[in-house]
Every structure is written in C-alpha cells, then in structure tokens.
C-alpha cells in the first residue's frame, strides 16, 4: 500500500485547510485510517482516526470541534477538514494506513504552518 498526503500549506490563525490522503496498492484490505501530527521537537500524535465499515470517528481533545476526518472508500481517499486553525497545529501531518491483518504504512508527511 503507498500512501501520499497533500494539501499542506501556510495559513493565518482562524482559517481552513484541507489535508487528503490517498491510498493505492492492495487497498481491498484497508481497515482504519488516521490522521497523527509531528511538531518540532515534540513526539508524534493522534488528531483524528476514521475505522472502515460504520465509519466510527475519534479526535484528539485539542482538535474537537474544529478539525473533520472523513473517508470515501471509492476513492481510496481520506481527508481532514481543519477550520479554525490555531498556532499550536503547526506540526507535520501524517496519514497512517491499517490493512489487514494489522500492517501499518505511513505517507511521508504533509507541513502545516499557521501564523498568528
């Protein structure tokens, strides 16, 4: 399974963007997708997971109510909506792939950099 993240950029604090990423290779097997964060000098972290099936979603509490996780299984594709951007989501964003039977792929990261 490859993995690529787009949608990164530079944005002003309060405003929007939209991360995707897409899945191709032997994705008949994917289960869950998740979206993790890296900041500069801080260890990697959950923001948002999406599983396969009946689309159950979890957010990290910092980012609740602000960011939307979503997938379109026909696409093979998976998307993050962040409003309200602040500062402190400044971080390299990462999708994270899970096939069965438990395999994991990583894309290479996507920057997100917002100003204040």
């Known amino acids: 399974v490859q993995v690529v993240e787009s949608g990164g950029g530079l944005v002003q604090a309060g405003g929007s963007l939209r991360l995707s990423c897409a899945a191709s290779?032997?994705?008949?097997?994917?289960?869950?997708m998740g979206w993790y964060r890296q900041a500069p000098g801080k260890q990697r972290e959950l923001v948002a997971v999406?599983?396969?099936?009946?689309?159950?979603?979890d957010y990290a509490d910092s980012v609740k109510g602000r960011f939307t996780i979503s997938r379109d299984n026909a696409k093979n594709t998976m998307y993050l909506q962040m409003n309200s951007l602040k500062p402190e989501d400044t971080a390299v964003y990462y999708c994270r792939v899970v096939v069965t039977p438990g395999i994991t792929y990583w894309g290479q990261g996507t920057q997100v950099t917002v100003s204040s």
């Open positions: 290779g032997s994705t008949f097997s994917i289960n869950a």
């Open positions: 999406i599983t396969s099936g009946r689309y159950n979603t």
